[in-house]
Every structure is written in structure tokens, then in C-alpha cells.
């Protein structure tokens, strides 16, 4: 992370997050975090991160609600179809042909979320066993870090737009349909194992089979991708395979998987095993009182092969660097992680000189190639000469070859001697200097296509990491139309509640043989049914909001004033009063008028009820 991107104050929120509730998001995007910790601070009106930790200190319960809006949970039954397909048909197959019958099935589901993708493994391994082997044979370890999540895919229950990618005779074989929901049945349940684990700091699950990871590397950066994968590495069996999601690709560290289809992205685990491991094996293999004296020798082969003052390199037939000494890692700038690569992966493989191919020579024709007087610029730039000899490894017993062994013999001194001899004759020393201005020139080249390439290589992770970031915000817009969809659902079910109360309301209303005229406390008409029209003349829409105390109608109104006024202000909650009238049809009636208190919720008055009634004009 580079200072432009270090914001202190998000920092210190991250580092409040971790030693408070033991969540390390260091590791991760600032870019994808900053976005989700901002929509949480919106939802509550924070605008800076000060403030929120402010906030987070006096409202724990926040923390629950903030790690939901950041550890996002999209996940779905066989999610991207065709990988899961190949999966069942090239991935499985593998496994079982590899396992001895006897031998358990371990799978690892890393960032399982709500479960989907755990239960979609654990389908397509009862399927291509069978019930009975799964339940005996199979173990899939299903984690995360989220809680909340792991509660979610304990319970093993879905509702029908969970399901809907699984296809319908996989649905009846292993799901249970109670209430309406769908429950995995119990037979494929016991085969899964829920846990809480962080992908950074807890240690990994070993002897893995299959390890599925699917759209959770991509929440990391570059260097927290690095650990996890490494960890991955030693989780895994030997020929073990790793399932990542569609937006992840390992670019720099193919040296631990290789792709079996990069599309798909599925990977397999390449060997990291070195010299002195195999040996150990074969010594614990040869009986229990062998192993100190196998050991002991291992240990003096060892320190006189780290000792020798001749730089020697160890490759086995596949061309992987199993032993480099002192005097090697130091002449060619190796390191221990460089143990176990492919000799290609290295510099050294052509410089000072290009072993490659010779080394295929002495494989095919086991015999050993000697180069002499091979220029290496030392780190004091004075020029180096060494002679190569690259010697087949032979089994004295079986006559086959082991591997090859490549030894760097420094002759600097003995080459200065001619040298000397050379600058006598002045000829021969122009001869040289142009030699060298021409070697120097071919160096000036190859590091320049050196940087072409690491530039490519540098533009190719900038691409990749710009798809992980499109991805983490498809996942986010996912997770957000999700919401909406719930609530839109929600206001429907509301909506539909309220037509039904509002043609319940209408339905007494018309029923009733009297006038309801209901008023607000400013008297504007809120209600006034069909036997008030019937009374009066005048449909709802014509007094709908107006001042009751304006209408023109037969019915003297200015009676019923103050009795309104007092029941508004609280004094009276009722009043009834006969009154001489005329009714639409222009003859005399006595009405009724009782006036009734319109209380809300809080028993507040929100208005005044009067019931109108038509009595005959007594003469």
C-alpha cells in the first residue's frame, strides 16, 4: 500500500476493530473496505471515521451490523454452472480413483458463507459415491470468518429462490420441504463440519483433497493473497486441487499451483519437497534403529555439501532445485524460497550461462558437459570467470540417474593470468575490448527485455487486480438489489393490507344507516359516507377538504359550532342535539346530530365524528 493510499484515520479504525473484537482487515482492499465502512456510516449519518470510532465505542452493538455490511455473504446453489460440471466430471473422478477405499475424502470450503457452495460439494460427492461411502468416507470442512454466516449454514434451510439453481431431481433426493422451506437432509448434513477461522491468522486445515475458495481471495491484496495461498499450499495433499472464482487467477505464484483449466479456475498443487526430506522418509522407512545413524549421515552429507568452497546446485529430473550451497546462494543471489522451484523460474537458468538445454544433453546422454571460462560480473564489477561442469547423478545399484548436480568453478585467478599474457600484445587486447563492448551490449539488451517483461508482468496484475475490485462491487450492488427486493416485498404486503382495511372501512361506512361526517380539528371534511350524500346532495369528492362550517347545505351548521369547539379542546367528549332541517329533496325533516370525540393511538383527539340521523318533521 502505497503513502498516497494511507488514510490514519481509517487505520486507526481498522487497528480499534482489531484489538477490540479480534477482526484483522489489514489485509485487505482499502478500496472495497473504505467503500463498505462509508455505506454503514451513511446509514447512521457519520461522516468521518473519527466519529465513527467515537460512536463504536459507545454503541458495541454497532460492531455486529458493521462487520454484516463488510464480510458480504453472495453465494448461491451451483453457482457458474459449467465449472461446477467440471468439477463432477474430471475433478471428483481424479479424487476417488487416487483414494484407496479405506482412506477418508477431505474437502475444505474456505469463505462458505451462508453455506450454498458447501452443500453443492457435498451433493456431488454423495453422488458420485453414494450415500452410504459419503457418510463413511467424506469430511468437508466448511468456514468462515462471519458468524452470523456460519449460524445461517448450520441450520441447513433455504427458501425457493435459494434453491432454484439446483436442479429438480438433485432437489427431491436431498432436501427436505417443511412449511415451505427446503432443509438438507440429515444423511448429507453429518457430512460437513461448520467452523469460525480467519484465512490470515488461523492455521490451516491439513490433508485436503479438494479445496474450494471461491470469490474471497479477490477482498485481499496482493500480499495477503501471497500468505493465503501459501497456507492453501500446505493444506493440500500432494496433486491436491484448489477452485477459485471467476474474478481470481494466480499470476505470480504458479511456482505453488499450476492451472488444469485456467477458465474454470482450477488449479493443482505443484511438490515443494527438497533432499534432505526424501532422505529422512527413506531412513524412517529402513526400520526404527536405522534412523539415528541415517539421520547422522544425512546431517555430515549436508554440512559438506553447505561448506565446499565450490558453488554446486542440485536439480532433479524434472529440473526442480532441490540443494543449492553457501557459496551458490551467494554467487547467484538465491534464497531458501528458491528451493523447490523450477530451475526456468530462475535467473541462473541462462546467466551466466543457458543450462537448459545442456542439462537435457547430459539427461538424454549421461555424460557430463564441461564449459570453460564463463564471464559472471561480480557485485565489486569486477568480472568473474567461472567453468561450469554439469555431471549426471548415477544410482550405482540400478544404473539410473537421480538427477544432475551443476558446479560453478571460479578460475577469475588462472584467467587473469592470461589476461596478462594477452595485454602484451596490443592486438589482441583491441580484439578484447571490442569482445567485451559486444557482450556488454547483448547484457544491455537482455535487461532491457528483462524490464519489457516485468512491466507486462507488473500491467497484467494491475488488470487482474481491476477485475477482483469489479467483482467485489458486483457482489455489492448483488447484495444490495437483494435488500431492495425484500423491501419492495415488504411495502407490497403493506400496501395490500391497507386496501383491505380501507374497503373494510368503506364497506361499514356504506352499510350504515345514518350520515358519518368525520372532520379534522381545523373542521376540514375527512369522511362523509353515502347516507350523508343521500342527506345532503353532495358527493365526498365535492367536500372532500373542505371547511365543514362552509358547506351549503340543508342542515344549520352554525348549532353545532361551539358543542365542536368543546369537544376538540378536550372539555366534552359527546354532545347530541335535534335540529330542524331540509334534505336534498327539499322537504322538512328534524336530524339528529350526535357529535363523538375521534381519539388516535395515544388516546390524542384527532377530530370529531357526528352521526347524522333522519327524524320526521313533527308538525
Request: glycine share 4%.
Amino acid at each position: 500500500m502505497t503513502n498516497q493510499e494511507i488514510n490514519p484515520e481509517l487505520e486507526s479504525l481498522l487497528e480499534y476493530i482489531k484489538r477490540n473484537r479480534g477482526f484483522d482487515f489489514s489485509g485487505y482492499k482499502r478500496t472495497s473496505l473504505s467503500r463498505r465502512i462509508r455505506r454503514r456510516m451513511q446509514v447512521i449519518g457519520i461522516e468521518n471515521y473519527t466519529d465513527y470510532l467515537d460512536y463504536l465505542e459507545v454503541h458495541p452493538d454497532e460492531f455486529v451490523e458493521l462487520f454484516n455490511t463488510i464480510l458480504i455473504n453472495v453465494t448461491a446453489f451451483f453457482r457458474e454452472t459449467q465449472a461446477w460440471d467440471y468439477i463432477s466430471s474430471e475433478i471428483i473422478p481424479q479424487i476417488l480413483v487416487r483414494k484407496h477405499l479405506s482412506k477418508p475424502i477431505r474437502v475444505w470450503s474456505a469463505g462458505c458463507a451462508s453455506g450454498e457452495e458447501t452443500y453443492t460439494i457435498a451433493i456431488l460427492l454423495a453422488e458420485a459415491l453414494g450415500m452410504e461411502q459419503y457418510t463413511a468416507r467424506v469430511k468437508v470442512f466448511a468456514t468462515d470468518v462471519d458468524v452470523e454466516a456460519l449460524n445461517m449454514a448450520r441450520q441447513a434451510t433455504y427458501n425457493s429462490k435459494e434453491v432454484q439453481g439446483i436442479p429438480a431431481e438433485l432437489q427431491e433426493k436431498y432436501f427436505d420441504r417443511v412449511n415451505g422451506r427446503y432443509i438438507v437432509q440429515k444423511e448429507l448434513r453429518r457430512g460437513v463440519i461448520f467452523g469460525r477461522h480467519d484465512l490470515v491468522q488461523d492455521a490451516p486445515i491439513s490433508r485436503i483433497d479438494l479445496l474450494v475458495c471461491r470469490n474471497t481471495l479477490m477482498y485481499f491484496n496482493t500480499e495477503t493473497q501471497a500468505k493465503i495461498l501459501d497456507r492453501f499450499h500446505f493444506a493440500l495433499n500432494e496433486g491436491g486441487f484448489l477452485f477459485l472464482g471467476k474474478a481470481e487467477m494466480l499470476f505470480t505464484r504458479n511456482h505453488s499451483f499450476t492451472s488444469l483449466d485456467l477458465r474454470r479456475r482450477v488449479f493443482t498443487k505443484v511438490p515443494n519437497g527438497n533432499l534432505r526430506d526424501m532422505l529422512l522418509s527413506m531412513a524412517h522407512s529402513s526400520g526404527q534403529q536405522a534412523v539415528p545413524d541415517m539421520v547422522d549421515q544425512i546431517r555430515i552429507h549436508e554440512a559438506a555439501f553447505e561448506i565446499d568452497p565450490v558453488a554446486q546446485i542440485v536439480v532433479d529430473l524434472n529440473s526442480i532445485v532441490l540443494l543449492a550451497n553457501a557459496e551458490a546462494r551467494n554467487l547467484f543471489h538465491l534464497n531458501p524460497r528458491d528451493l523447490g522451484r523450477p530451475l526456468q523460474d530462475l535467473e541462473l537458468s541462462y546467466r551466466p550461462v543457458e543450462l537448459r538445454s545442456r542439462i537435457d544433453h547430459v539427461r538424454s546422454n549421461r555424460r557430463t558437459i564441461t564449459l570453460k571460462d564463463i564471464e559472471w560480473p561480480g557485485t565489486d564489477r569486477d568480472m568473474k570467470y567461472l567453468d561450469v561442469q554439469i555431471i549426471p547423478l548415477m544410482d550405482d545399484n540400478t544404473d539410473e540417474i537421480l538427477g544432475i548436480k551443476i558446479i560453478f568453478i571460479d578460475v577469475t585467478r588462472f584467467k587473469n593470468l592470461q589476461q596478462e599474457l594477452v595485454h602484451a600484445n596490443q592486438e589482441l587486447e583491441t580484439a578484447y575490448e571490442e569482445l567485451q563492448s559486444t557482450n556488454e551490449e547483448l547484457e544491455t539488451t537482455n535487461e532491457e527485455l528483462q524490464s519489457t517483461v516485468e512491466e507486462l508482468e507488473t500491467t497484467n496484475e494491475e488488470l487482474q487486480s481491476t477485475n477482483e475490485e469489479l467483482e467485489t462491487m458486483n457482489e455489492e450492488l448483488q447484495s444490495t438489489n437483494e435488500e431492495l427486493q425484500t423491501m419492495n416485498e415488504e411495502l407490497r404486503q403493506r400496501s395490500e393490507e391497507l386496501n383491505r382495511v380501507n374497503g373494510f372501512l368503506e364497506s361499514i361506512l356504506t352499510s350504515l344507516r345514518v350520515g358519518v361526517v368525520v372532520v379534522s380539528p381545523d373542521l376540514h371534511i375527512l369522511i362523509w359516507n353515502r347516507k350523508a350524500e343521500d342527506l345532503w346532495g353532495l358527493r365526498f369528492d365535492e367536500v372532500f377538504s373542505k371547511h365543514f362550517m362552509s358547506l351549503d347545505i340543508g342542515l344549520p351548521l352554525e348549532p353545532l359550532r361551539q358543542p365542536i369547539r368543546t369537544i376538540l379542546i378536550g372539555e366534552s367528549e359527546h354532545y347530541e342535539v335535534l335540529l330542524d332541517a331540509t334534505n336534498r329533496r327539499g322537504r322538512a325533516i328534524q336530524c339528529q346530530v350526535i357529535c363523538n370525540t375521534l381519539l388516535g393511538n395515544r388516546s390524542e383527539i384527532q377530530g370529531v365524528i357526528l352521526l347524522m340521523e333522519e327524524r320526521d318533521q313533527v308538525e
